[in-house]
């Protein structure tokens, strides 16, 4: 896999649009406390490229650039498909089917990087639906010797997530419709200057998301959760269980005047999410019976940080009570039975 170049049609100008702090939740693989706006900034100011997908250009952000495009025999998008066959059918072809890209953050770091305990390398962009990746940890994995299955379970964790999001998106957008009807016009003024069918504008028809429409609009836009008869086993039911007290709430007109963008990042549960994409990756990683001798957090993203902090002459060893109790939750995190 050739170094990490910087090229010429990237530059260095932003593709994401500078804003105040939001105090928004930071998701993805991270490390320590690192903020949303922190890992924002540092990949404002990277050279960037699209690994997989399309590039979603959003309205929101009109100060967006397109990205290039790596070619289809470029060594990185080789390696990259290696490792989505290493995720199951049904949520690889959901990641293949959905509107989301890969963005390869171009480098010879991680996405943010301020020490070896203050790091990210995998940031969920949902209005841009894109999942971040950074150069860097396909350079390490391939030099280390990192098999494919190591990478897979982190496109698991965040794919599930942006997928989930979507779909949380896709719910509102689809009620948001039919909670709108079209208006009759006035038979004494004939028909509407907008069409010949008698029919002007649009009013809202005071639907109500109900229970039962909101498992059909989830049905019908599910591209990755299986359905189960048994609702203990069904991820469908899953999904509906986590947010139906909050969806229940929305009424169809402010879903219509509303971006429902805006409104499923308002309702999307962040902590519920990193738990469900956690079950779904160590559930995989179990069923299928995943190699366990490398880890993508423990030695693909740690290794990479513990390089990282060594290159620029950083101490590795815990100067505080802090740093020896966030290694000891290392520790915990990475074996569960230690003793």
Known sequence: MP??????????????????????????????????????????????????????????????????????????????????????????????????SITLVQGDTLLCFRDVRHHQAVHLGRRRRTIYLPELLMLQAEECGYDYWAISEGLIYAGWMLLDYLLLVDVLTDFGHRAMRRKESDPQQGASSEGDDGLTGWNWSGLRLSEPLLRRLVQDNNRHRRQHPDPGKSEVDEFIAGYRSALIRVEGLNVWSHEPWEIGRDLFDVDLEQRWAQMKMERIADIFDYPRMFLFDRDIIHGAARDLATRRRQPLEPKSFADALHDYKDALRFDRHPL
């Open 3 to 100: 170094p990490p170049t910087s090229s010429p049609d990237n530059g260095s100008a932003p593709d994401l649009s500078e804003s105040p702090p939001t105090g928004e939740a930071n998701l993805g693989i991270l490390d320590g406390e690192v903020g949303h706006d922190e890992v924002n900034r540092a990949i404002t100011g990277a050279d960037k490229t699209i690994l997989f997908g399309q590039q979603t250009r959003l309205p929101h952000f009109p100060e967006d650039r397109r990205l290039s495009r790596l070619h289809a025999g470029d060594e990185r998008v080789l390696f990259f498909w290696r490792v989505l066959k290493k995720v199951p059918a049904n949520l690889r072809r959901a990641l293949i089917e959905a509107p989301i």
